[in-house]
């Protein structure tokens, strides 16, 4: 490692996007409290996410990232939690049969209960001053919860390890049986093409089950159950810290509260405290990658954040996130100087952020997302990937298994007429369940289209390149950077 680091290392440098409380005895005791409970996930379930990563990064598998903007404590119920794993293992499910590559699935799931916001405050319509919203992990989104309180770091905690029980347990009872496959309900899917296609789908995948059996051959115990993993956006500092312990086997420093942490677009500042803190757990990470991204930023990041690149091929995931009509511009010298730094990343693209727009329906405004500009989001980055010799490797959603009506389009032509009929969402919109099926099934036409066999791909990178060598030198002195 480039220099000592321990979990607290991020308390000697500036660090954006914390919470300020009236009460900084009450959060020391809390975060004590923290430090003190056990595991919400386990080192070898990190470490297998981690090897699978790797294989993200050669082009064997394709990662699904997907949930909620930003969970609720009262999202914590088997019937919403069930929801959320259903939609993100049938849409896998949608991808590995139509674009032929298995898949990972990691849920923002378990722990996704802080935001960043751009402001510490929000000015009401009555002229009263308070705290912005932040997730609910500091406060409540409800105008007299809005003073942030750290016991609600407890709370996170135990309604991340209900959630992350409740996911295991839903996995456990059968929902992931591919054996099982016709009897998933297509629940809000009203679309009758796309519900035939799942139909289909599932019908073959458990002819072609019935067919092995009959043969005398057992079923391997993967074809019933999948790995579920978990992540959240690494943003509440204390609270990380309190959740990151020495694993006595290798001596490596993990956060044991989620499986994969991400850094902000807001928090990926090199001299801070988000990026120091980053840099020394073991956990597979990932980097928000938006449109004030420039290349030699990006490769200064991810070397700073990734001592050891030639030892854990996949452990930095970048996460692109441009608006559909920058990806052309924007993606490929990313792509470029990463190429040419040697990283073995695995590169995804998240179609939300960088296409949210705002709407007004009977005088009340709405944040929303048009399901085009998401399908034409995905459909530009995989062309600007092949274009520059590289592959998309997976993607990253904000959806949700129930039947919202937060973005508009898709296989409901939903508009903004119906858009305050059912907007849950606690932040951003989401994509409810017929659109995130809709998109799956879209989105493995556009890989199958796109790509060759797997041994086809060109190498997107070569592992070498330790940091300071001349290939990074040189990089530093190429006007592509500048």
């Given at each position: 490692m480039a220099a000592q680091w321990e979990p607290h290392s991020w308390r000697k440098l500036?660090?954006?996007?914390?919470?300020k409380y009236e009460n900084e005895e009450e959060l020391l005791k809390c975060i004590e409290e923290v430090k003190r409970l056990p595991p919400i996930v386990a080192t070898t379930e990190i470490d297998k996410l981690q090897s699978l990563l790797a294989e993200c990064a050669r082009g064997e598998r394709f990662l699904l990232q997907g949930g909620d903007c930003a969970e609720q404590f009262s999202d914590c119920t088997w019937d919403t939690i069930a929801a959320k794993v259903k939609i993100l293992l049938q849409m896998s499910f949608a991808i590995t049969y139509g674009a032929r590559i298995p898949t990972v699935r990691i849920g923002r799931l378990a722990g996704q209960f802080a935001k960043p916001r751009s402001s510490d405050f929000e000015i009401l319509s009555d002229g009263r001053k308070v705290f912005s919203y932040r997730g609910d992990n500091v406060n409540g989104s409800d105008i007299d919860t809005r003073n942030p309180d750290p016991k609600r770091l407890l709370e996170g905690y135990f309604r991340s390890a209900a959630t992350m029980n409740c996911a295991r347990v839903v996995i456990a009872e059968g929902l992931a049986?591919?054996?099982?496959?016709t009897t998933w309900d297509m629940g809000f899917e009203k679309n009758t093409v796309r519900r035939n296609e799942n139909e289909v789908m599932a019908q073959k995948i458990v002819s072609a089950l019935d067919f092995i059996e009959t043969c005398g051959v057992a079923l391997d115990p993967v074809l019933r159950s999948v790995d579920m993993f978990v992540s959240h956006e690494g943003l509440h500092l204390p609270y990380e810290e309190a959740l990151t312990r020495k694993s006595p086997t290798n001596g490596e420093y993990y956060n044991i509260g989620t499986h994969f942490l991400w850094i902000?677009?807001?928090?990926?500042?090199?001299?801070?405290?988000?990026?120091?803190?980053?840099?020394?757990?073991a956990n597979p990470i990932g980097i928000k990658v938006g449109p004030t991204m420039k290349p030699l930023e990006l490769v200064d990041l991810i070397e700073k954040v990734w001592p050891n690149p030639l030892e854990t091929p996949g452990k930095v995931t970048l996460i692109t996130r441009f608006g559909y009509d920058n990806v052309s511009s924007m993606l490929p010298p990313l792509i470029e100087a990463v190429k040419k730094a040697n990283f073995p990343v695995v590169w995804i693209c998240d179609p939300m952020h960088g296409n949210t727009t705002s709407t007004t329906v009977d005088g009340k405004k709405f944040k929303t997302r048009k399901f085009d500009s998401v399908l034409k989001e995905l459909e530009e980055c995989v062309k600007a990937h092949k274009e520059s010799g590289s592959f998309l490797a997976g993607v990253h959603f904000e959806l949700t298994g129930d039947n919202v009506t937060e973005c508009t389009g898709g296989p409901e032509n939903l508009t903004d007429a119906h858009l305050p009929e059912r907007?849950?969402?606690g932040c951003d919109p989401r994509l409810n369940y017929a659109q995130?099926?809709?998109?799956?099934?879209?989105?493995?036409?556009?890989?199958?289209?796109?790509?060759?066999?797997?041994?086809?791909?060109?190498?997107?990178?070569?592992?070498g390149s330790p940091p300071g060598s001349p290939v990074r030198k040189q990089l530093r002195r190429n006007s592509i950077l500048e």
């Open positions: 500036p660090a954006k996007q914390q919470p049986d591919l054996r099982k496959a902000g677009d807001r928090t990926r500042q090199l001299d801070h405290g988000h990026v120091e803190y980053f840099r020394g757990i907007y849950n969402t995130s099926i809709e998109v799956a099934f879209r989105l493995a036409e556009y890989l199958l289209e796109s790509r060759k066999s797997i041994s086809d791909y060109p190498a997107q990178h070569t592992l």
